[in-house]
């Protein structure tokens, strides 16, 4: 494929590494445009995840339902943290075995729900979008769906 681009660039005439190194410009104007929303991003998870918070609503939640906890705060973090979250499948995985049905049940939450927060602040940060409207509580209604829907297709399936 890089051949290609540069095979095309050559018979174009074009300076192809002129325009690479005009690229690479960009991408660093838009690394250092961007940085400032994940700092915060990353800056508010620790805070979170520090608090005490999670630990707290887990304890309050976790007789009221038959998941183990740790596939809950798997499905509470997967929208805040995506490697925090794959943190958690993996203790789950180390725990419970890769082929037992808790571990079944986490695997498909993890793949069935998305990194809301980092999403929103990457790329509503890059393009300057300020007023985020209707898209956090869309997004978080999304993943909500899709935890639901991945632990009674668990229940359907394995």
């Known amino acids: 494929m890089i051949l290609l681009v540069v095979g095309y660039g050559i018979f174009k005439k074009i300076d192809v590494f002129d325009n690479f190194l005009l690229g690479c410009s960009d991408s660093f104007k838009l ?18 995840i520090s608090s005490g918070f999670l630990d707290f609503f887990l304890n309050i939640i976790s007789p009221l339902i038959k998941i183990p906890i740790e596939i809950i705060s798997m499905a509470l973090v997967r929208p805040i943290s995506g ?34 927060f980092y999403i929103l602040a990457l790329y509503y940060g890059s393009i300057g979008v300020k007023k985020l409207r209707y ?11 899709g935890i639901i829907s991945a632990i009674t297709i668990s229940y359907l399936l394995f």
């Open 31 to 48: 690394v250092l445009k961007i940085f400032p929303n994940l700092l915060a991003m990353i800056f508010s998870v620790n805070i979170l």
């Open 83 to 116: 490697n925090a979250s794959l943190a958690l499948l993996n203790n789950i995985y180390t725990k419970y075995g890769v082929d037992n049905f808790y571990s079944l049940m986490a695997s498909v939450v993890q793949g069935s729900t998305d990194t809301t």
């Open 135 to 145: 898209a956090p509580i869309t997004s978080l209604f999304a993943d909500f769906v």
